[in-house]
């Protein structure tokens, strides 16, 4: 076992995955020499050489699109967008080709392809820097989304994801990359895409969450003393619908916890679910803590856009006293 942050578990993915295949290559501005703005790729560079991890020009577009091309080509591609303010200019060759293009071919070419992309809110970078768009991908068909909340499942779906004969996006919660460690295996394993963590067990509610709020909602179950059962969803498309519903109808009263906004977040398509497929099980509304429909601010309010503790912690007091 390694003692690792989150930065260092997907490091540590990226060296043994390219160890045991050539074909998997990496490209995205400045990742080589500097490895990376957040030092996520740090040391590649001089291990793998400059035909593996390849720095590019700022042009997202055309990253992605040079990844589809490899992909076509046999290879493994494994992009990063630096931030995911910058997946804009890259969505049309995701969403209209690499989500398509194996139903375009019927199979012909599969589409191997793991968009690394930091997201997310609480390191008070600049516009466009802090935002939380899983929605949009999870809407797209033909996209898998992924977003781990630990160091062990960063590597374990990361190596998955690479495997994957899909695209896949790849969020990394940036406010966690180094906020604290966990015992991950030196060795190779994976963790299935498509299937949610019970992170804590309980009785009184369940609390469905991903990406950096799990950690939230941690400190809020531990600050409040309730018999809560937290679900990381850990993959967004496609999210484990077996495990929340097994948990709601033993629980009866739900919570969601999400940084995005919150019109037409994932939450509100996971309270759809539970309303279609649990309803008779339900004992108080469900409860959603999001982020605001409003830009994500800058530095002196971004704290308070962000679903904290405290918040999560009044929505568990309020479903339970319903």
């Not at 690792?4 to 490209?27: F, G, H, K």
């Not at 033993?250 to 019109?263: D, K, Q």
Request: glycine share 10%; net charge negative; aromatic share 8%.
């Amino acid at each position: 076992m390694a003692n690792l942050t989150l930065v260092q578990a997907i490091n540590l993915a990226l060296i043994q995955e390219m160890e045991l295949d050539d074909r998997v290559v990496l490209l995205g501005e400045d990742i080589g020499r500097n490895g990376g703005v957040f030092r996520v790729t740090e040391g590649l560079w001089q291990r793998f050489g400059a035909e593996r991890v390849v720095d590019t020009p700022l042009a997202e577009s055309g990253i992605i699109g040079t990844s589809i091309g490899l992909a076509m080509g046999g290879m493994r591609p494994v992009p990063e967008i630096q931030f995911e303010g910058f997946l804009g200019p890259a969505y049309d060759q995701l969403c209209s080709h690499a989500a398509r293009f194996r139903t375009r071919t019927r199979g012909r070419f599969p589409m191997p392809i793991t968009v690394r992309v930091p997201v997310g809110g609480g390191i008070h970078a600049p516009e466009l820097h802090s935002d939380s768009p899983e929605s949009i991908y999870v809407h797209t068909p033909g996209i898998k989304v992924v977003m781990p909340a630990s160091p062990y499942d960063a590597k374990g779906l990361l190596i998955s994801a690479i495997r994957d004969p899909d695209p896949v996006i790849f969020f990394e919660p940036k406010r966690i990359y180094r906020a604290f460690r966990e015992d991950v295996p030196e060795d190779e394993y994976t963790v299935p895409i498509g299937k949610a963590r019970v992170v804590t067990e309980g009785d009184d509610l369940t609390i469905v969450s991903w990406g950096a709020p799990v950690v939230d909602c941690m400190n809020a179950i531990e600050a409040g003393g309730r018999s809560a059962e937290l679900i990381d969803l850990r993959t967004l498309y496609p999210f484990d619908m077996e495990t929340i519903a097994a948990s709601v109808r033993r629980t009866g009263r739900v919570v969601i916890v999400h940084e995005a906004p919150r019109t037409c977040g994932l939450g509100a398509e996971i309270a759809t679910r539970i309303m279609e497929e649990c309803f008779l099980s339900l004992e108080a509304p469900i409860q959603r803590v999001t982020g605001f429909d409003t830009i994500m601010p800058y530095y002196k309010l971004e704290l308070d856009y962000l679903p904290g503790a405290d918040r999560v912690g009044r929505a568990i007091e309020e479903v339970l006293a319903y």
